[in-house]
């Protein structure tokens, strides 16, 4: 009787019924929609934040620490240390080498050129690198550093072997290039402790830090013109990290000292310290410092990123419920002679709530359906239009919107519940 009764109302007011399914559909729509996005914004958005540069840089140990004498800090009367050029691949080559998005290793050094002493930095522009695996890949400063300016054009090292050694390539940052006078198509000579070399100036550099004093080589010439053939001063490295919150940044700091679960779930997360930590495993002569001013800004917009998202999932929520709330009081308000009806033959609030719910939840389930796949084209659209990409459906997103379809629904149902449980069926039948 009660199956019978549930679809003789459905098939009536219509209307109604429209407008409860679509704003259902609408509100599922866009939390699903929000959903979506929300699980793959952090990766997105955090391939965005990489113009920011690296937020990683391996240094070698011995030459990373400072040194006090007699109370002052003398670090810089230091003899420079270096890392070795077998180490560059290991950066990469370890647990979080998917996360690893790109790095270039950096020689830094001073020669001489005409009136002035420079500021050497060889290192990878664009290079075709190989992992012991036998996976290729193409990094350098021009995928680490997305944000770099260059009037003219880009040195090509894709090859080493191609590059020229009485002629390399170089760029010139812009600070020096207007103390020398140099423009793209210059030629310079510098001398260094290995020999006289000519470089070719292929663009200024703007970078916007101390690149601009500089001049910047492949890795391969510096090691001619320094004589430190095989040597690495640093290894900046771009990577994709979670945000670290309060207590896995603190716990980080020493994650020897964390108990086994902790540890196991802190080295399994990709934040920048548990990547560091990894990246110092496979370069024990390494150590690996995070660079706050990069991690840190990325993760505050993450985190203002997400809390946007949530708040319009939510409002969109609740928009949808207010909507729903209208169209069943009004529902409500049109049937209280049925309802009245119901309840003098004896049926109980119990069965007349019920009801009320059980057409709301069909109404829910259909809503929260067509929600889904209205989300899922529309988180699509969003994020080939902000990103350039399009997320990744997956298969929990259909129950999701399912369940947050009855949400609504039945958030909706609140109001005109406690109408029903209020009606007495004597004040309306008495009319009739």
């Not at 003398?74 to 270096?82: H, N």
């Not at 500021?119 to 290079?127: A, D, I, K, N, P």
């Not at 770099?148 to 020229?164: A, H, K, T």
């Not at 949530?310 to 049925?338: C, D, I």
Request: proline share 6%.
């Amino acid at each position: 009787m009660f199956l019978r009764i549930l679809g003789d109302s459905l098939l009536r007011q219509k209307r109604r019924k429209i407008v409860v399914l679509a704003a259902v559909t609408l509100g599922t729509t866009a939390a699903a929609a929000l959903a979506d996005m929300a699980l793959d914004v952090g990766d997105k958005v955090a391939r965005e934040l990489k113009a920011f540069g690296a937020n990683l840089v391996v240094l070698p140990s011995e030459g990373s620490r400072p040194v006090q004498m007699a109370g002052e800090d003398v670090t810089r009367l230091r003899l420079p240390s270096y890392l070795g050029d077998g180490d560059i691949m290991k950066v990469k080559d370890n647990f979080w080498k998917n996360n690893i998005l790109a790095f270039a290793p950096v020689l830094e050094a001073r020669v001489k050129a005409p009136e002035a002493i420079v500021v050497l930095l060889g290192t990878w522009f664009e290079r075709q690198a190989h992992l012991e695996s036998g996976e290729s890949f193409i990094t350098g400063m021009k995928s680490l550093n997305p944000a770099w300016s260059v009037q003219g054009s880009w040195p090509e090292d894709l090859d080493p072997d191609q590059i020229l050694p009485n002629l390399p390539p170089a760029l010139v940052g812009t600070r020096l290039a207007a103390r020398l006078g140099l423009s793209p198509g210059s030629k310079l000579e510098v001398v260094g402790e290995g020999e006289r070399t000519t470089i070719r100036v292929t663009g200024v550099l703007t970078s916007g830090g101390d690149e601009e004093d500089a001049l910047l080589v492949p890795l391969e010439a510096a090691w001619r013109i320094t004589g430190l053939a095989g040597k690495v001063s640093r290894i900046p490295v771009s990577a994709l990290t979670t945000p670290e919150n309060a207590v896995y940044e603190r716990l980080g700091k020493n994650p020897k000292d964390l108990p086994p679960a902790e540890f196991e779930k802190w080295s399994c997360t990709p934040f920048v310290s548990s990547i560091a930590y990894e990246i110092g495993r496979a370069l024990p002569a390494s150590e690996v410092r995070v660079v706050r001013r990069v991690a840190d800004s990325e993760g505050k917009i993450l985190q203002r990123v997400s809390s946007l998202m949530t708040l319009l999932a939510l409002m969109a929520a609740l928009g949808a419920a207010l909507a729903v709330t209208s169209a069943l009081t009004a529902a409500v308000l049109e049937r209280r002679v049925e309802f009245g009806l119901l309840k003098a033959l004896g049926a109980g609030n119990l069965a007349v709530v019920g009801l009320l719910m059980a057409e709301a939840g069909i109404l829910g389930v259909a809503g929260g359906l067509a929600g889904a796949g209205a989300g899922a084209l529309l988180s699509r659209w969003l994020s080939w239009s902000l990103f350039g990409s399009a997320v990744s459906i997956r298969p929990l997103s259909i129950p999701l919107a399912v369940a947050a379809a009855l949400t609504i629904t039945f958030m909706g149902c609140f109001l005109p519940a406690r109408r029903l449980l209020r009606l007495r069926p004597f004040e309306m039948l008495r009319g009739l």
